[in-house]
């Protein structure tokens, strides 16, 4: 069973936070907990931060079944754009350059690769009942 965690208004520019998801994207989550925790990369750490509360919200939905069992990996991470803060910044002959703060949203799902089988028993109908009997 899968499980998701939002991170939201990231005061880190999209484009800089995708090359730093795309690093992890697919991955088991023990390693991509030891690419983020040794990427010196600015974002790396709220993603690192971000993966540990996925793992926490599975563990809240999945009580039955241990972490270690379970093969947990990236499934999907979205990076989208957020707000943008538009500041004036002064220019040479009195003119003013327009500077975008930009901001993004992550979202992050997990998903275990041993999904626990249930039993689904099948109840034959009176048409299969008939065409056995001949």
């Given at each position: ?18 090359v ?11 390693s ?44 999907s ?58």
């Amino acid at each position: 069973m899968e499980a998701i965690a939002k991170l939201r208004n990231v005061p880190t520019s999209p484009r800089k936070m995708r090359v730093i998801a795309d690093m992890i994207r697919g991955k088991k989550v023990s390693s991509a907990l030891s690419i983020l925790k040794y990427e010196p990369k600015h974002g790396a750490a709220k993603l690192e931060k971000l993966l540990l509360s996925a793992i926490s919200n599975w563990e809240a939905k999945n009580e039955d079944q241990r972490l270690e069992e379970a093969d947990l990996y990236i499934k999907s991470i979205t990076v989208d754009s957020g707000k943008i803060l538009k500041r004036l910044r002064p220019a040479p002959q009195g003119r003013a350059h327009r500077i975008r703060k930009r901001s993004n949203h992550v979202t992050m799902v997990i998903d275990s690769l041993n999904e626990p089988k249930i039993a689904v028993e099948v109840e034959e109908s009176d048409d299969t009942k008939s065409d056995n009997k001949e």
